[in-house]
């Protein structure tokens, strides 16, 4: 089955305890980004990748790293953690940049206390 | 700065009739377009696009319109059914900058 999974699911950390978000595609997909979802803002993308090793910031990259050192997979890292990073967070891939259906994870809902 | 706007938060309709939801963009160098559902504690699910040299697109029951002067896209369903109950967003694409920019989303509710 075609599918984004994400791990964890759920998650609740305290502020500056370093996390990382994994998204792994079975779909051989070039393309892969990383958004966050919030109330009244939608969905605002953070970083993408249009391949392996080529990644690049989206609109709110601050406070996020990210890696793609395998075409599958494209993690999510938070350094240090703050409240305002508190957020459901997809992971997404697509096999064309720009034009190509976005297929989505079923969401990590982070909190930071 | 909303590059894609859903102005209106939700929407009622009933069971048979048209439901439309739109969308605004401010960005010319947007050359695609995408609808995308979402329901509770699922990750949106793609629906229907439409290319910037298009001015309309059918999928069975979704139509999604496209006018480039008015930078203004929307989406027909018709008809409309209860399990069309999701929230939608618009998405814009710049291939340019390989960045998609989404909506803040419209909850639609199907009454029956």
Known sequence: ?113 | DQQVKQNSPSLSVQEGRISILNCDYTNSMFDYFLWYKKYPAEGPTFLISISSIKDKNEDGRFTVFLNKSAKHLSLHIVPSQPGDSAVYFCAASDGGTYKYIFGTGTRLKVLA
């Open chain 1, 1 to 113: 089955e075609a599918q984004v999974t994400q791990n964890p699911r759920y998650l609740i950390t305290v502020t500056g305890k370093k996390l990382t978000v994994t998204c792994s595609q079975n779909m051989n997909h070039e393309y892969m980004s990383w958004y966050r979802q919030d109330p009244g803002l939608g969905l605002r993308q953070i970083y993408y990748s249009m391949n392996v090793e080529v990644t690049d910031k989206g609109d709110v990259p601050e406070g996020y790293k990210v890696s793609r050192k395998e075409k599958r997979n494209f993690p999510l890292i938070l350094e240090s953690p703050s409240p305002n990073q508190t957020s459901l967070y997809f992971c997404a891939s697509s096999s064309r940049a720009s034009t190509g259906e976005l297929f989505f994870g079923e969401g990590s809902r982070l909190t930071v206390l």
